[in-house]
Each structure stands twice: as C-alpha cells, then as structure tokens.
C-alpha cells in the first residue's frame, strides 16, 4: 500500500532526519517530540512507496527555511532532496484543485490531497477538520 504524507509531517520527517534534537528548537516542529519523530519513521516504514505533490514539496521547502542556520539548513535539505527522490511525486492541477469546495478554507495543497483521496490514496497528515463543508 501507498501513503500520502501531508507537508507538516515531511518537515518533521526532513528535520529530524538530520538530527533528531532539532524537532523541539524548530518554528514548524516544536509542537513535535523526537518519539514522535519515530513514531512517524516506524509507520511509514510499513509503506511500500511514499506519495507527495509538488504542492507540498513546495511548502516544505519553504517552511524548513524559517529559523535554520546554513549547516543546519544545508543538512535538513539534503534529508528532503533524498525524500522528494524516493518519493512517488503525484500531480493535481492547481485548476482542478481549486475547483473543490473547501479550497477556500483549507488553501492549494489540502485541496489538492483531498482529489487525491478521493481516488484511493491514502493519507496521512496532522491537519484537523479537514473534511469538506
């Protein structure tokens, strides 16, 4: 079976990756502990292939950005560069996701993994109420 992994689990994936001690000192992982960290590396081990969108890649490459020093940031990308490579990339037009109900409220690249769901994929992500209105 293949997974679905939301932008907020990709940056603690990237981060704590690189270094595990990062996850509390980072803005977008510090809701985030190391055990959670390998909680996350246990279950998607459990997965044949990883699935992502270029949506969320690219909010992952910006978030990861906030608050990293060079090395760190340097380190932290590499993790994300091997998970993007590994990673069966899935695309939904911008057009067609916006077309979806709840593209107002939960924004581009919710609304792009739910048309992903809707077809079989299954997801996994922190986001709550993510269910259409």
Known sequence: MDVLVDSNLVVLHGIGSADPAWIAKHKRTAEFTASDFELLTEFLSRFEQLLTT????????NRVRQGLSDER????SNELAQFAEFSDERFIASGDATKDACHARLGLTDAAILRLSEVGVAVVTTVRGSRRS
Request: glycine content about 0%; overall charge negative; aromatic content about 0%.
């Open 54 to 61: 270029p949506n969320i890649l690219t909010e992952v490459s």
């Open 73 to 76: 940031l340097e380190r932290v």
